[in-house]
């Protein structure tokens, strides 16, 4: 396992009204994140606020390249970001706790916190496909390029972990400084996390270790 310290480069927020950021999303263009208030959208480049969809956002958030997804207490909705509709709701898996979600390879990908688990589902019916565990609770989850990546958050300590797909080893870690913690993540894919801050009610950018455009293997959305 490579470990190394995370290189934070930006902050944004807090957020008014945001007393906690849970999931984070990138849509290609704004940061979605959740909180009490519902989903709201920023610019990275300036910061502000562009887009809000008042709906229940208690945890997890990705876009699908069309859709969001946003979990809700004990539910995964699946939402017009045009619109605020919500097109489609399945159960999240397992009883309760869960916490980041992303999408790749036509599934949802939902971490449960304290379980320590990251489960692959399928988006229509809920199923559950394949599942790996953590040693650590998992927080976010994302895809960059060919490559899956999950937050922790535990004991006030936080990082971004890369993990085999297939059977959750770690492959890599960025420890993150102490009280900064990972409620959510996503990536732009070409060379930032984004990462939801929790009670500190903000999102970090950090830098991706070997951040070149392009050099992070094949698209895991298609």
């Known amino acids: 396992m490579t470990q190394s310290k995370a290189d ?3 902050h944004y927020g807090p957020f008014p009204g945001a ?3 849970a999931g ?14 519902g989903l709201r959208a920023f610019d990275p480049e300036t910061g502000e606020i562009g887009a809000e969809l008042p709906t229940l956002a208690d945890a997890g958030t990705t876009f699908d390249g069309t859709y969001l997804y946003q ?8 939402i017009d970001p045009s619109s605020g509709e919500i097109v489609r709701e399945i159960p999240t898996p397992g009883d309760d706790g869960a916490s980041g979600l992303a999408w790749a390879e036509g599934s949802l990908w939902v971490g449960k916190h304290r379980g ?16 790996i565990e953590s ?13 899956l990546w999950h937050g922790t958050w535990e004991d006030e300590r936080s990082d971004l972990r890369r993990v085999d797909p297939r059977s959750g080893a770690v492959l890599e870690c960025l420890e993150m400084p102490r009280g900064a913690v990972v409620s959510g993540l996503d990536s732009d894919g070409e060379g930032r996390f984004f990462c939801g801050g929790g009670p500190e ?4 950018a950090v830098r991706l270790p070997r951040a070149e455009p392009g050099d992070r293997g094949a ?3 298609s």
């Open 116 to 131: 320590k688990k990251i489960h692959r589902v399928d988006p229509d019916t809920g199923e559950i496909l394949g599942t």
């Open 8 to 10: 934070i480069v930006g």
């Open 19 to 21: 007393d906690n950021v």
């Open 24 to 37: 984070v999303a990138f849509d290609g263009m704004r940061v979605w994140f959740a909180s009490a208030q």
């Open 219 to 221: 698209a895991a959305t």
């Open 135 to 147: 040693d650590r609770f998992v927080t976010g989850v994302c895809w960059v390029g060919a490559e």
């Open 201 to 204: 009610g903000g999102v970090r």
């Open 71 to 78: 979990i809700a207490e004990l539910m995964i909705r699946k």
